[in-house]
């Protein structure tokens, strides 16, 4: 009866949070926010690390969460995996999804909705390594606890349909062992991941941590625009005071923080967000600062440096069996640096609402990924016309998937500076994909273990018999999506080197720009400014394991529990 009891118990309080998820009391528009207001910890950005770390902090502390977007449960899109396309291609002032091109040419996207990139994303969830942990100083045991705390709430085993399953298969034959069956653990070898979908389709974002917090010691404010940090001084050293921002009809509000040493700002606004707002805010590279008119509160060269981004090319494989529609499930961590991994659909054109429904658009052109000679061409014309050419190739032609293969923590890196003084505008971003030769010698070897795949006896059924891997990179450089010219050379390392560079893609994992021993110490504590933190992906020198979002929540627990327990420490209440 007690077992009985407590499985009612747990299934009752399941369904509670499932409802608290949809509805936090201590959340509402900025617009309903007092003009002035006072908190323990501001933090800026309701992302994939500012929820957990708010959730956390608020067991005993005020916290202000503050996010320029809306609630992902007010849109439908954004919880089902059937209409993930649709938010990237949403081009609105009010979408989820703010499209960005970098200055490389590459289409690419940030968050603006409360959950931030785990709202948009592919939805692949898995943890970074042991050593990368260990690198950047990590607590072994706290990590594993923060990622649990996570997983418990947003993490799913995905179902394999036939075609993952061939991909898996066609992997190990050709030598990316071991098998590690499912885990979200990053081991070399080939795996089953996690997904934050859930078997009926419905996405589990960051957004839905925020069920651990008490509800009396958080205040979630929706579309408020952060505008700049403000700083007093103690003695000749600046300390972070207070955030001003607008509501979605303008109006000013400032939230200050209470008396008390340990009392915080923190930034978790995402790699372009929190590099941006510290430049705003006074924080950065003096003479770039100056340029816009802005005081300079701390002259550092390293904000806004290190930026960088998995470049990511696809093969396109036309199938003569039907594919399943899936994203990212399977994938191989090969020992030259390139991950493999796949994703399929039964109708890749996403060029009516039914087909929407059917498909994904991972790498439809109304998401973005299209690929052109060279980079700079991907204009909103050249969109159109790749819509356009779309529609028009027939339904058989569009039956297969993608196998892809990212570059892993790649070593070129660029640079991300203001537009303007608008903290809302996409600042200036260049990532410099594959100008460290490495890049490119690890692209061209995935591209190679694509082929292998292909050729694969496990891969068979997937793929046409007899049909030459040039021919299959030209087919993917005419794939309406990708528009490029066509391969010549066949599959030599020369003409690789340049289907990598003609077809390059993102994968949305850019990360850098405040980076730990630039920006911030290995504290995340902001160098030369008191009461300020970064915690986000902006810190990151490498994107951890294959997808970050996971190790990206997971910090936000770990910092949140570590913060916590130092200041109990120190104020001697626990």
């Not at 499932?18 to 007092?34: D, H």
């Not at 941006?276 to 003479?287: H, I, K, N």
Request: aromatic share 8%; net charge neutral.
């Amino acid at each position: 009866m007690a077992l009985f009891a407590i499985t009612i118990l747990s299934v009752l309080l399941c369904a509670s949070q499932q409802a608290l998820g949809v509805n936090y009391t201590f959340m509402r528009e900025a617009m309903y926010a007092p003009p002035v207001a006072y908190y323990d910890y501001i933090i800026i950005g309701g992302g994939t690390a500012g929820c957990p770390l708010a959730a956390t902090l608020s067991r005993r502390y005020r916290v202000l969460l503050l996010e320029r977007g809306g609630s992902p449960y007010d849109d439908d899109r954004v919880l089902n995996m059937a209409h993930f396309s649709d938010v990237l291609s949403d081009t609105s002032a009010s979408s989820p999804s703010q499209r960005f091109v970098s200055e490389d040419g590459v289409i690419n996207a940030r968050p603006r909705v409360l959950g931030g990139g785990s709202c948009i994303n592919a939805g692949f969830f898995t943890r970074a390594g042991a050593g990368y942990a260990r690198a950047v100083g990590w607590d072994a045991r706290e990590v594993v606890s923060a990622y649990r705390w996570v997983e418990d709430v947003v993490a799913f085993q995905p179902e394999l349909g036939p075609w993952q399953a061939a991909v898996r298969r066609g992997l190990l034959e050709t030598g990316v062992v071991p098998d590690n069956g499912f885990t979200y653990d990053h081991i070399p070898g080939t795996k089953v991941g996690g997904s934050i979908f859930d078997p009926d389709g419905r996405r589990h974002t960051a957004a839905d941590l925020l069920r651990y917090s008490r509800p009396e010691g958080i205040d979630v404010l929706l579309r408020a625009r952060v505008a700049r940090i403000l700083f007093s001084y103690k003695g000749r050293k600046p300390v972070a005071r207070g955030v001003a921002f607008r509501d979605s009809r303008g109006r000013v509000h400032v939230a200050y923080l209470n008396r008390g040493d340990a009392n915080e700002v923190i930034l978790s606004a995402g790699a372009l967000g929190s590099p941006q707002l510290l430049m705003l805010s006074g924080v950065g590279p003096a003479d770039h600062l100056r340029s816009f008119g802005i005081d300079v509160v701390v002259d550092n060269p390293g904000v806004g440096q290190g930026m960088s981004d998995n470049p990511m090319n696809a093969i396109y494989v036309p199938s003569p069996s039907p594919v399943e529609v899936s994203l990212i499930q399977v994938v191989g961590i090969t020992r030259f640096g390139s991950y493999i991994e796949g994703a399929s659909g039964s109708d890749w054109s996403t060029r009516t609402a039914a087909a929407s429904a059917q498909s994904f658009g991972m790498f439809s052109p109304q998401t973005g990924q299209l690929a052109t000679v060279p980079p700079k061409q991907r204009t909103p014309e050249a969109i159109s016309r790749a819509v356009e050419a779309m529609s028009r190739v027939p339904d058989a032609a569009l039956r297969g998937g993608f196998i892809l293969e990212k570059v892993m923590g790649p070593q070129s890196t660029g640079s991300l500076a203001l537009r303007n003084l608008d903290p809302d505008d996409n600042p200036i971003v260049r990532f410099n994909y594959f100008a460290h030769p490495d890049d490119l010698r690890r692209c061209v070897a995935g591209i190679q273990a694509i082929e292998r795949v292909i050729r694969s006896r496990a891969f068979s059924r997937f793929a046409y018999p007899n049909f030459a891997f040039p021919a299959m990179l030209n087919v993917t450089a005419e794939f309406p999506v990708n528009l490029v010219m066509r391969v010549r050379g066949g599959s030599e390392p020369a003409a690789l080197e340049q289907f990598c560079r003609d077809t390059v893609m993102t994968i949305w994992h850019y990360h850098g720009g405040s980076q730990v021993g630039r920006v911030v110490d290995r504290e995340y504590r902001v160098l030369g400014i008191d009461a300020l933190r970064v915690i986000d992906g902006s810190t990151f020198n490498a994107s951890p394991g294959t997808n970050p979002q996971a190790t990206v929540m997971m910090l936000g627990r770990y910092m949140g529990v570590k913060i916590e327990k130092e200041r109990m420490m120190v104020e001697g209440s626990g």
